[in-house]
């Protein structure tokens, strides 16, 4: 149950042990939100080269991303329960997999068009759904890790839980919007996915430098 006693006051934003400001905190994950749309979006794309113009590339697409995100968090929240878990540690390095991953997948949808020319619909959609359910079980994994993180801080649940998942939402909007009206006309599909690898690395880089200036993640 959750007393008045266990939430954060305003007087006291960041209490000790938080290891990272919470707005940064936010930020940091917003910008997650922001490279996860951005990768939907141009792996989509990519993907017409290999099924063409057509439905099958939606429906792998959006159905390893929620396949990938559902195990993903999952996955998240069993390691979150782990006693003495450094929490942000692994989220920091979750997000650089990501982006080590996101930098070189463009080449790997290709390797996957060409080793597939010859095999038939089926074969093609899942060898391409597992390449894509590897970074999206990374990508679900965030936010149990974070509010697990949050929760050990605070002790208020609900509050860890609804701001986090509310500025990765933004972040996805924010990203579903600058992709479609800016990157993607801008930079093209391999600008647009260094820029998602930049965000990834920097999420990954700020947790990094926060817990090296002395903070832990508190358990």
């Not at 990768?39 to 939606?58: D, H, K, M, P």
């Not at 782990?82 to 463009?106: D, K």
């Not at 006309?185 to 926060?210: D, K, Q, R, T, W």
């Amino acid at each position: 149950m959750i007393t008045p006693e266990t939430t954060i006051t305003a007087q006291n934003p960041d209490p000790p042990g938080l290891g990272i400001p919470r707005r940064a905190l936010f930020l940091i994950f917003t910008l997650s939100g922001i490279s996860a749309l951005l990768y939907q979006l141009i792996w989509q794309r990519a993907l017409l080269t290999i099924f063409g113009s057509n439905i099958e590339s939606v429906t792998v697409v959006v159905s390893a991303f929620m396949l990938g995100l559902g195990i993903g968090s999952i996955t998240g929240g069993a390691v979150s329960k782990r006693h003495g878990v450094p929490l942000l540690l692994i989220f920091a390095i979750v997000e650089i997999s990501i982006g080590i991953y996101g930098a070189v997948s463009l080449h790997l949808f290709h390797w996957a068009g060409n080793f597939t020319t010859d095999s038939g619909t089926f074969q093609t959609g899942l060898l391409t759904l597992m390449l894509i359910l590897i970074p999206t079980l990374l990508m679900g994994s965030t936010l149990p890790l974070l509010v697990a993180h949050c929760v050990n801080v605070s002790r208020n649940v609900g509050h860890s839980v609804s701001m986090l998942y509310f500025v990765n939402t933004l972040g996805a909007g924010i990203g579903a919007l600058l992709a479609a009206f800016i990157f993607l006309g801008m930079l093209g599909l391999s600008g647009s996915l260094y820029l998602a690898v930049s965000l990834n690395l920097f999420a990954g880089i700020m947790i990094l430098h926060f817990r090296r200036k002395g903070a832990h993640d508190p358990v």
